[in-house]
C-alpha cells in the first residue's frame, strides 16, 4: 500500500465517480486491524522524536461530508499521539470575531507551533465549500480562495510545517446508513443534527466542490489524499499508513545531550 | 483503594514526611497494569458521555517536582481520552505579554469548556511555588495568592469544572535516578535541562513550599491528592482511579435524540 494509492497529483482533475469509497485495498478487516496496531505503535515513537527535536510540526487537515469519519479518524488514528503533543481544533461556523477578519485569520491562530501536531477537524476548505454551496458569499469572493489557500499553505510548509490533507471519501447510501444509526443507537443520539439531511440534499453540489478543492489545491507543498472511507477500518488503516510515511520521510533523530550537561556529577 | 487514600482532607496540615512516595497500595506492577487498562477503558466512555452532555469540564492540574512524571501521566493515563476532546496547557516561565497581566489570566484562559477534558501541567501554583522559593516576588504579594487561588478554583467549579488536583510524590533519591537515566540513555537525553539541578538543591525549601499549598489550597471544591509517584505503575492507576471516581459521580447520561429528528425519514 503505496502513498501514491491515494495522493491526488498536482495538476490533475479529480472525478470523485472514479474513485470506489468502498475500496479495502484487498485486506480483510483482520489484516487491517492488526496492521494498524503496528502502525499506531510507530506513529507513537515518530511523535516523540517531532516533539523532542522542535524542528517540524505536522498539520492534519480532515474533510469530509457528514459521517464520512473524521471524528472517528481523530479517535482511532490520532490517538495514538501523546495528548501533551496534540491541538485538535474543530472549526464551526465562525463567530462575529472571527467573522470580523479575513477567511484564513482563525485558521493561521490554529496551525501547530514546531514540534506538535495541530489536527484540522475542518478547516479553511469549508470556505470553498459550505460557503460556495450556500453561496454565503458572491461567486467572485470564494473564486479567489483557492489561490489564497495555496499561497498560505506555502508559507506553513516552508516554515517547516508538513501538511497532511485528507478527504473521507464516502457513498450516499452509506451515509443513510450511518444517518440511521445515529436516530436508532441510544449512544449516537447526541450526534444526530436535523440541519444534516439540509446538506444531503445537496450532495451533488458538493460533490463538485470538493472536487474542485481536491483539484486545485493539491500541491507539491500540501498534496490532498483521497481515502476511501465506506469501510471504517480501512479508512483508518490508510490514514495511519499516509501520517507514518510522511513522518518518517523525516528522517529525525534523537536531539543529543546540551553541551552544559556532560560529565555533570548529580549527588 | 478508596479515593481518600491520596485526598487531602481540607482544613488539615500536609507533612509530606508522612506520606511514603514510594508507596504502592499493596498490589504487585502486574495487577496494577491490568487494573490501569480496565480503568483507562472506562475513562473512554465516561469522557465520551462528558463531551457529548455538555454539562460539566474536567481539570486536571499535575504539579510536582521535575522528573515527577507530569509528562508520563498523561502519556500513560490521559491517552485513554479522545483528543479531540482534550486540551492540554503547559505553563512555562510567563511571556512578557503574560507577565503584563495578573498571575490568573493566562491560567484563566486555558480553562476547559464545558465538554471538555482541560489538562494544566504545571498550573497558577507555580506562582507559589517557584516564584516563592526563588523570591521572583516578594512574600506579601505571594502569601495572598494562596486565597486567589481558592476563590479562582471556586468560581470555576461553580461554573460547573470538575478539578482534580495531583501532587506527584518522589522522593530526593528516586529524582536523582531519573535524573542519571537521562543523561545515560539516547532516547531521553532531550529532556535534560542542566537548570534543574539547581531546583534540586533547593528541594527543602520546595517541598514546605508544597506543604503550604497543599494544605492551604485543598478544599472541597478542589481538593488536592498526594500521589505516590516514585513506582511509575502505581502513579499512574491511583490516578486514573481518581479520575474515574470523579467522572462517574457526575452519573450523566447520553443525551435524547433532539425533538424535531424523530420520525425524520432519510431518502
Known sequence: ???????????????????????????????????????????????????????????????????????????????????????????????????????????????????????????????????????LVPRKVWERRYEAINHFEELLAQSGVVICKFFLHISKEEQRERLLDRLKERDSHWKFRPEDLAARAKWEEYQAAYEDALSRCSTDHAPWHIIPADKKWYRNLAISQVLEEKLAALNLEWPPLQPEAKGLIIT
Do not use: C
Not at 501547530?112 to 450556500?134: A, T
Open 1 to 135: 500500500m503505496a502513498e501514491n494509492r491515494f495522493r491526488v497529483e498536482p495538476g490533475t482533475r479529480v472525478s470523485l465517480d472514479r474513485h470506489d469509497p468502498a475500496d479495502t485495498g484487498g485486506l480483510t478487516k483482520k489484516q487491517a486491524l492488526e496492521e494498524l496496531d503496528e502502525r499506531r505503535e510507530r506513529l507513537k515513537e515518530l511523535q516523540e522524536l517531532l516533539y523532542a527535536t522542535r524542528r517540524y510540526a505536522l498539520l492534519v487537515i480532515l474533510q469530509g461530508t457528514d459521517t464520512s469519519g473524521k471524528d472517528g479518524a481523530i479517535k482511532h488514528v490520532m490517538s495514538a499521539f501523546n495528548p501533551q503533543g496534540v491541538q485538535v481544533t474543530s472549526f464551526k461556523t465562525p463567530t462575529p470575531e472571527e467573522q470580523a477578519h479575513d477567511f484564513l485569520w482563525r485558521v493561521h491562530r490554529a496551525v501547530p507551533p514546531k514540534g506538535m501536531v495541530g489536527i484540522f477537524n475542518r478547516s479553511q476548505y469549508e470556505d470553498v465549500l459550505i460557503v460556495r454551496v450556500e453561496e
